[in-house]
């Protein structure tokens, strides 16, 4: 590939300045030749047309639109499509892949700030910290000075469903803590299982046995409604349920009706749908800490994800391979 090889930015332009404030926009433009008044928000639209066709290097980020056969054909010199954002399910497509051009994406990068809200959500919830919000809340009544039984976190289990890029970085960040973590995945061995440090369970017994339990798993086909009616019966009187990654992923209306039973808590940082409609009876239960699909990536945490795409474009122009490249095989079964 050329020194300082032609590249287009293509995402949602409002975001741009955010992951690519000047400091990280000026250390990509001296690897590759990119135009930040350029932003591809629709392959066929004005200019971005005659600028494709000179493209070797693609900067993807939240709102690329889909790489299709049409756009390939506009692209002939192509080599990279660098992902400033985590999955590229919203716009990759076979044809991509198929061509033989590197794909690159931030999903590493950005699974720490999820990880990092994790825990915290589990460390309150093993207080009991949201329920006791609402109670105070409504009640205006301190409760009274004494042990509160039934809440901590020593010796908690909790469960992970899903050894992702996040679910393993959920793991390192739960050793330093007095906390019995343990996996559910289907594609981890029990081998690999012990070398996370964790025992490998099948879903039910996990769910059988957790106080708290995080959901890290990709959502496809075969996990739409991983977490239903049948699952969240399993779950123990006090258990809370942590949702960071798709809403479709767990069945609302199963989990309405075990919250309204008031037997289980929930954190939801992804809702199916999402947003929210304004009249969902989860705005209202006292038992569930909603916030608006924030864990990921927000604020200052956005330019290490311009960080890490100026990162790959300097190794492609020093003539090596992206550091996180994403494979056509892993989307079947990843995020």
């Known amino acids: ?102 794909v690159s994406s931030a999903a590493d990068v950005n699974a720490g700030p999820v990880a990092e809200y994790t825990l915290a959500m589990i460390l309150l919830a093993g207080k009991d910290v949201f329920v006791a919000r609402e109670t105070l809340r409504g009640s205006r009544a301190h409760p009274g000075w004494g042990i509160v039984p039934g809440i901590g976190n020593h010796g908690r289990r909790v469960g992970v469903v899903g050894a992702s890029r996040i679910g393993r970085r959920v793991l390192e960040l739960l050793r330093p803590f007095d906390l019995r973590p343990a ?54 009187d006090g258990a809370v349920l942590i949702n960071t990654a798709r809403g479709g992923l767990v069945d609302h209306d199963a989990l309405v009706g075990e919250l309204r039973t008031g037997r289980l808590s929930a954190i939801l940082d992804v809702t199916d749908p999402e947003p929210l409609p304004a009249d969902s009876p989860l705005h209202d239960l006292p038992n569930v800490f909603i916030t608006p699909h924030l864990a990921g990536s927000q604020g200052n945490e956005l330019s290490r994800l311009g960080t890490a795409v100026a990162e790959e474009a300097e190794r492609l122009v020093a003539g090596g391979g992206v550091r996180f490249p994403v494979e056509a095989a892993a989307l079947e079964h990843g995020a």
């Open 1 to 102: 590939m050329p020194e300082r090889p032609q590249a287009l930015f293509a995402m949602t332009a409002a975001n741009l300045p955010h992951v690519f404030p000047p400091e990280v926009l000026a250390r990509l433009r001296k690897a590759v030749d990119i135009d930040p008044d350029l932003v591809a928000e629709d392959f066929t639209a004005p200019g971005v047309r005659e600028a494709l066709a000179r493209t070797e290097i693609l900067v993807t980020g939240w709102g690329c639109p889909r790489i299709d056969t049409a756009v390939l054909d506009a692209a002939p010199a192509l080599r990279a499509v660098l992902h400033s954002a985590g999955s590229v399910k919203g716009f990759a497509t076979p044809e991509l892949f198929s061509r033989g051009i590197a």
């Open 183 to 236: 996996l559910t995945d289907p594609y981890v061995s029990t081998a690999r299982a012990a070398e996370l440090g964790v025992p490998l369970l099948d879903l039910d017994d996990l769910l059988r046995s957790s106080d708290i339990v995080t959901i890290h798993a990709p959502e496809t086909p075969q996990t739409h409604h991983l977490i239903g009616r049948r699952e969240l019966s399993l779950m123990p």
